[in-house]
């Protein structure tokens, strides 16, 4: 069995040029493969493992797992270590299950491999794929390796396409597929597509509407929120268990576009209306009202 490393006492020191061979294990698992069993994380790891047994020369390093990051960019967090890592000096080897954990798109994936790679003089070993940079005998790297990563990003964008015509039929049959719920709702517990209405969110959302219909303004509205005590919509959540991560909840204070989001907000009538962003080059941005998918009373309304 390979050698494994303890990441911080490798740390310490510049690793030991006689310490030929120091592998990153990189693990990728995308949204769209979680219900694939052949390339789970679990599956991953034990075909480099037993690819590791019959190479007890490599000394691991680390591994590095990106859960949930698409392979059609390379912004992902584990990867993105995996980087410093090698510009660090601790890494001349990545190891994969294959040529699609390291991504889908043809371009970037080349760079890294007939680019980024070599200049660093770091091996790239995709072990399903029978891939060895090392390897001098494998005259048709050059031929099939840029087949395979358009293999790889004609798969993903096929995928991309089905996951996005699956999730605008879930949403004209009323089911809701946003992340975080609006203030006021969380999701079911044995349906996450459904909206129940929040007791707690829900009085604070009534009383906003009161005062903005007694013709309070939204500076007047914030002011008031936040005189009498009450956390904003991102600590609630936090509280709730909803939110998880501390730079996502803000300073705990009212502010005049979160007020403003709900106040016209169409959920609080118990219709949902959704569709109002789309992915564009891997990049969400704002989408037409053309885009926009309305279904009337899917859910208990507040109002």
């Known amino acids: ?69 698409t392979g059609t960019n390379f912004h992902r967090p584990a990867f993105q270590q995996m980087l410093l890592d090698i510009e660090a000096g601790y890494i001349n080897c990545v ?4 040529l699609s954990r390291l991504g889908r798109n043809t371009i970037d994936t080349g760079y890294y491999i007939e680019q980024y790679f070599p200049v660093r003089k770091v091996r790239f070993i995709a072990v399903t794929d029978q891939y060895d940079s090392a390897d001098p005998s494998d005259i048709h790297a050059g031929i099939i390796l840029p087949l395979k990563n358009m293999i790889n990003e004609a798969y993903a964008l096929d995928i991309g396409r089905k996951i996005k015509a699956q999730q605008r039929q879930a949403m004209k049959d009323g089911e809701y597929v946003g992340g975080r719920t609006p203030y006021g709702y969380i999701k079911a517990k044995n349906n996450c597509h459904q909206l129940i209405v ?58 005049t576009w979160t007020v403003a989001k709900i106040l016209r907000c169409e959920t609080y009538t ?19 009202s053309d885009n926009l998918i309305t279904v009337c009373d899917t859910h208990e309304a507040i109002l």
Do not use: C
């Open 1 to 69: 069995m390979a050698r494994t490393s303890r990441k911080a006492q490798v740390k310490d020191t510049q690793p030991e040029k006689d310490l030929t061979v120091r592998a990153a294990l990189y693990i990728r698992l995308s949204v769209e493969d979680k219900h694939t069993r052949t390339i789970s994380i679990e599956t991953q790891m034990l075909i480099l493992e037993r690819f590791l047994e019959k190479h007890p020369d490599i000394f691991v390093y680390d591994k590095y797992i990106d859960n949930g990051a």
């Open 198 to 255: 929040d007791p707690v969110a829900a009085s604070v959302v009534k009383q906003m509407f009161e005062w903005a219909s007694e013709g309070d303004g939204i500076n007047t509205i914030v002011r008031k929120l936040n005189e009498s005590g009450v956390i904003s919509p991102s600590h609630y959540k936090k509280e709730i268990g909803q939110i998880t991560h501390e730079n996502l909840i803000g300073s705990g204070k009212w502010q």
């Open 95 to 98: 190891i994969v299950k294959d």
């Open 270 to 288: 118990g219709d949902l209306v959704q569709g109002h962003s789309k992915t564009v080059d891997h990049q969400q941005m704002k989408a037409g």
